[in-house]
């Protein structure tokens, strides 16, 4: 095996103009660190806005930066003889750039505790477009929410990449779900579970909803048509709601407090924990959950992959191949 590896080199922040490919060495594994051969990655929301200049941009102090920030892949080695996962093991799981080398690489290097097997059920380019945003609907409906039966959830974006695993997860455990998406993707929502679909363009969804709901997930915030003060509307007396994409609503806080002191507010961080990602193939692997992938790329096409995600119209997730 070769030190170098083929990756995605970004020398500069801008357009998608800077995604160049080149070679690089292969990162290296210290500590608990797993070396694992990228089969398939996935594009984020926070990739586009961190290649051009926003995000988690401010970390990043040297360059070139290697992008993404899941994977599938094949164990390449291990850190030790009875560590987790041995050569061989196909695995999916995440890391946090820039603290580690980005996914958009044939090879990467991540912790033995942010990995999992990968779903038996699922394809390549499925898993491993999968544990970001379910470790961040997880993170939503899970942990934050705690989700249970009777539970009413309203959740903003339904047909997103994190929308449409929240709304898996929050009809998986009972919740009555009502979800928010544009008018072509409201069966597609129907048919994950949600029990209520609100067609944002043509619907003011604080009109329709008539009774209140005790959670919003609110993966839009304030960036279009006001969505998140809006949802203070839909809460009941001590509802909680939950703001997900950075900087998406800076003032929450204080406009929760002045319109109703009993609400509460949160914004939401993700951790790539393993033992989360277990659970998430088992539910993929019973049926329970599924990636849904609207578009599937050769590495080398990630352009066109930021693009669309840029685009802001993507139903589930775009999932990049490595050869």
């Not at 999968?130 to 899970?142: C, D, E, I, N």
Request: hydrophobic fraction near 40%.
């Amino acid at each position: 095996m070769t030190d170098l590896m083929r990756a995605c080199l970004v020398s500069e922040f801008g357009s998608t103009d800077v995604l160049q490919f080149g070679e690089v060495p292969r990162p290296y594994i210290a500590n608990s660190d797993t070396l694992v051969r990228v089969k398939a990655t996935g594009v984020n929301p926070i990739d586009v806005k961190t290649r051009s200049g926003k995000g988690v941009s401010r970390f990043i102090d040297r360059f070139p930066w290697i992008p993404g920030n899941e994977f599938a892949g094949i164990v390449e080695e291990a850190p030790y003889e009875l560590a987790p996962f041995q050569p061989g093991d196909e695995v999916f799981g995440m890391v946090l750039t820039p603290h580690y080398q980005g996914t958009c690489a044939e090879y990467v290097s991540a912790p033995f505790m942010s990995l999992a097997k990968k779903p038996e059920s699922m394809s390549w380019a499925e898993a491993g477009a999968t544990p970001l945003a379910a470790l961040t609907a997880w993170a939503g409906v899970v942990d934050a929410a705690r989700v249970h039966t009777g539970q009413r959830m309203l959740i903003h974006a339904g047909a997103g990449g994190v929308g449409h695993f929240a709304v898996q997860l929050a009809h998986f455990y009972g919740a009555h779900v009502i979800a928010t998406a544009s008018e072509g993707n409201l069966e597609f929502l129907r048919e994950l579970g949600a029990d209520e679909v609100i067609d944002y363009r043509n619907q003011r969804f604080e009109e329709v909803i008539t009774e209140p709901v005790d959670v919003v997930l609110d993966l839009i915030g304030n960036v279009s048509a006001d969505t998140g003060s809006r949802s203070l509307k839909v809460l009941r007396d001590g509802g909680l709601i939950i703001n997900v994409p950075t900087g998406s609503w800076p003032e929450m806080h204080e406009e929760v407090a002045a319109t109703n002191a009993s609400l509460r507010a949160s914004t939401l961080k993700l951790s790539p924990d393993g033992r989360i990602l277990t659970t998430i193939a088992q539910l993929a692997d019973q049926g329970d959950l599924r990636t849904h992938l609207d578009a599937t790329f050769p590495l080398e096409q990630i352009a066109e992959a930021h693009e669309l995600v840029a685009d802001g119209h993507v139903r589930g997730k775009i999932s990049l191949e490595v050869a």
